[in-house]
């Protein structure tokens, strides 16, 4: 198995167990995610799907995946961050409700209630001052140098 291996599954349950966080602050919390929120958690289930492919393959170019999509997510994560804290704005889709799931009629009828729009520029939960992104930032850019230790080691 030697030191490559435990790096990388670390890595991928890491990312395993950030998606599943995230879903239980949605279902569990009641906190339901914004369109950016939604965006971070693809890299995190692809990192899943890449730690599967490695184990059963144990080719060496899904180890750098799994860095690249840690990568990706800390990036969203850094950049939703920076919109929660107003350093840059987002598009105004997200502070949009949808209308999905809604039909002609009932978008014609103005007593229709439609649901709150999930804000992207909101914060709607925070542990040290820091914010669900900025966590993911955190913990993904670490999971990223897990993914590259196992990567650059030879066993």
């Given amino acids: 198995m030697g030191l490559k291996s435990p790096a990388i599954v670390i890595a991928g349950l890491g990312s395993g167990a950030m998606l599943a966080a995230a879903f239980a602050f949605q279902y569990i919390g009641g906190l339901p995610p914004c369109h950016l929120c939604l965006l971070q958690r693809w890299p995190h289930a692809a990192a899943v799907v890449i730690?599967?492919?490695?184990?059963?393959?144990?080719?060496?170019?899904?180890?750098?995946l799994g860095a690249l999509a840690a990568l990706v997510t800390a990036g969203i994560g850094l950049f939703h961050a920076g919109v929660e804290q107003g350093?840059?704005?987002y598009i105004s889709s997200c502070t949009q409700g949808s209308v999905a799931g809604f039909s002609a009629a009932?978008?014609?009828?103005?007593?229709?209630a439609t649901p709150a729009p999930v804000r992207c520029d909101a914060i709607p939960w925070?542990?040290?001052?820091?914010?669900?992104?900025?966590?993911n930032a955190i913990v993904s850019f670490g999971l990223a140098l897990i993914w590259l230790f196992g990567a650059s080691r030879r066993d």
């Fill in 51 to 64: 730690l599967l492919l490695w184990a059963v393959t144990r080719w060496r170019i899904w180890p750098w």
């Fill in 87 to 89: 350093w840059w704005e």
């Fill in 106 to 112: 009932e978008l014609m009828n103005p007593a229709t």
């Fill in 126 to 135: 925070s542990l040290f001052g820091i914010s669900m992104a900025g966590w």
